[in-house]
């Protein structure tokens, strides 16, 4: 049994012919189920949980990346399988996860790959894809046996669980996360940076500064502040993947 | 063993040139080293370690090629080739190594396997020589005690 989790924008009248699509796709394929829209009156832990009550086995994500970080924090306590369609938008994960943009996600959804992935936890909060970074005078603690600190004093770090970074993606289910760290771009357009990237992994990773900085989730544009602690969740999520996935 | 243009896949853990790495770094992929690091290293695959790099630390891998500077201990599996701008400072242990033309190498260094060392005959079991000069008188004792013997 399918439950649908549409994001509020696609209520708007310039989606609805996406929309219509999408569901007529759905239905075809008989993969059809209740729809709910995603707003901040439902309290929407609460419904996917009496929906799980009923014998909801799969959960789709309708929407972009926002929309599947935002939901991924609220059913990762669930043992469900998730499914996602992305609709217009930035739609990085579902490019990593090998789903086609609208109705054709729908193809996917009912070919079942089902992969066994990782999640991110910082703080407390879960992430899917990776984090950075903004300000970058800081230190960090990995695996509480090595500490990375930076000669130059700006660093793009970014910490990752699915990303595609350099044309390389990271793997999801290695148990793992990935740290890159990359030298700051030159003012001179002419002058190129052409240091490699610092690119390592690491299970537990401990952020600190003497100020505190800011931390971007590129899950859903959340924004953390250090001291942060950032680990694999012992927890896992199964997804529904595309043949054309990038791990 | 290490190509110039590696694919990205290959090569698990880069430290980049602008990083420094302090503490014990244990790994179980490839590990490709521009930085500075300090403490120790540790993978149970291939290590490189390039021009600029400083290491300060005891170096542990399966096959390694050192083109910067290590001030500490290297124990090498196989192989370790130091290029001609390696300088090493500390002991080393490994099964093979290869040293170009201008590398530096301060310290013990331990080659092959010990297994391989060839035995040592065991000298304490030979008959001892006694090369004390003999009179004539003596010579002829003994030839005499000889013949007697020969006799009965």
């Known amino acids: ?247 | 063993m290490f190509k110039e243009n590696q694919p990205a896949g290959e090569t698990e853990t880069v430290i980049g040139p602008s990083v420094k790495v302090e503490g014990d770094f244990v790994t179980e992929g490839n590990v490709v080293v521009q930085g500075t690091v300090c403490g120790t290293i540790k993978t149970s695959k291939d290590l490189k370690i390039g021009s600029k790099s400083k290491i300060f630390a005891d170096v542990s891998a399966e096959n390694a090629l050192v083109a910067g500077e290590i001030q500490g201990n290297i124990r090498i599996g196989s192989r370790l080739e130091l290029t001609s701008t390696a300088k090493v400072f500390g002991d080393v242990k490994t099964e093979t190594l290869i040293m170009a033309n201008g590398a530096i190498l301060n310290g013990k260094c331990q080659m092959g396997n010990v297994k391989e060392r060839s035995s040592r005959p065991d000298f304490t079991k030979q008959a001892k020589i006694d090369l004390k000069p003999q009179t004539t008188e003596e010579l002829t004792e003994n030839s005499n005690e000889e013949n007697k013997k020969k006799k009965k």
């Open chain 1, 1 to 247: 049994m399918y439950y649908y989790l549409y994001d509020s924008r696609l209520a708007e009248k310039k989606y609805g012919s996406t929309v219509a699509k999408i569901e007529t796709r759905l239905t075809d394929l008989g993969i059809n189920g209740k729809i709910n829209h995603l707003s901040f009156l439902k309290n929407i832990q609460q419904v996917v949980g009496e929906e799980l009550k009923r014998g909801v086995k799969t959960i789709v994500i309708v929407g972009d990346d926002k929309t599947f970080g935002q939901v991924i924090n609220l059913i990762a306590d669930f043992n469900v399988v998730v499914g996602f369609i992305p609709v217009e938008g930035k739609n990085d994960i579902a490019r990593l996860l090998g789903i086609p943009e609208g109705e054709k996600a729908c193809d996917v959804l009912s070919s079942r790959i089902i992969k066994k992935m990782d999640l991110g936890e910082i703080n407390g909060y879960y992430f899917f894809t990776s984090l950075e970074v903004i300000n970058h005078q800081v230190a960090l603690e990995c695996d509480n046996s090595y500490f990375i600190n930076s000669e130059k004093k700006e660093l793009a770090i970014k910490i990752a669980n699915l990303d595609c970074y350099q044309e390389a993606p990271t793997q999801p289910d290695d148990n793992k996360l990935d740290i890159f760290l990359t030298g700051p771009k030159s003012t001179f357009f002419w002058k190129k940076n052409t240091d490699p990237p610092t690119h390592l992994k690491a299970k537990n990773i401990r952020i600190t500064s003497f100020k505190s900085t800011p931390i971007l989730l590129n899950d859903d544009g959340r924004i953390i502040k250090t001291p942060a602690t950032i680990t694999i969740s012992h927890k896992k999520i199964k997804v529904i993947v595309g043949k054309n996935r990038l791990f």
